[in-house]
């Protein structure tokens, strides 16, 4: 993958992903801005989703880290288990991203550090809030 089109910022965030979550695939599709689309493959949502793993989605602007990724995209066929709806923050609709019909996790992170708020920060949170739900 190559990060030569992303700032110095970016490159980073988008290698720190890279580094934590093997041996799963992280595919950087960069945005023509400096920023960069980035989606991990099979990672887990959780047991009380089917599937229990697949991809997930974000992107990271060229203003990183001074703005926030915004919003998370996973797999469009992802459902619970016991049939109940997926819930808040969780849109069914017509989105997608970098080419993939998705749903829309919405986790905005109001009070962002970007001393301590990166991508992967925020991605592992997003995970985690899934995971729990």
């Not at 110095?8 to 695939?25: C, G, I, K, L, Y």
């Not at 023509?32 to 997930?56: K, L, R």
């Not at 703005?67 to 066929?77: I, N």
């Amino acid at each position: 993958m190559s990060t030569a089109t992303l700032t110095a910022d970016v490159a980073t965030a988008v290698d720190e992903v890279v580094a934590a979550f093997p041996p799963s695939t992280v595919t950087c599709h960069p945005d023509g801005q400096g920023g960069a689309h980035v989606i991990v493959d099979a990672v887990g949502y959780g047991a009380q989703y089917s599937p229990a793993t697949g991809w997930i989605g974000f992107h990271i602007t060229f203003q990183y880290p001074l703005s926030d990724c915004y919003p998370h995209f996973v797999t469009p066929d992802l459902h619970r288990a016991d049939g109940r709806p997926l819930g808040e923050a969780m849109s069914l609709g017509t989105f997608g991203f970098d080419g993939r019909q998705a749903i829309q996790i919405s986790r905005r992170s109001n009070h962002l550090d970007p001393a301590h708020d990166t991508a992967l920060t925020k991605l592992l949170k997003v995970l985690d809030w899934l995971g729990r739900r």
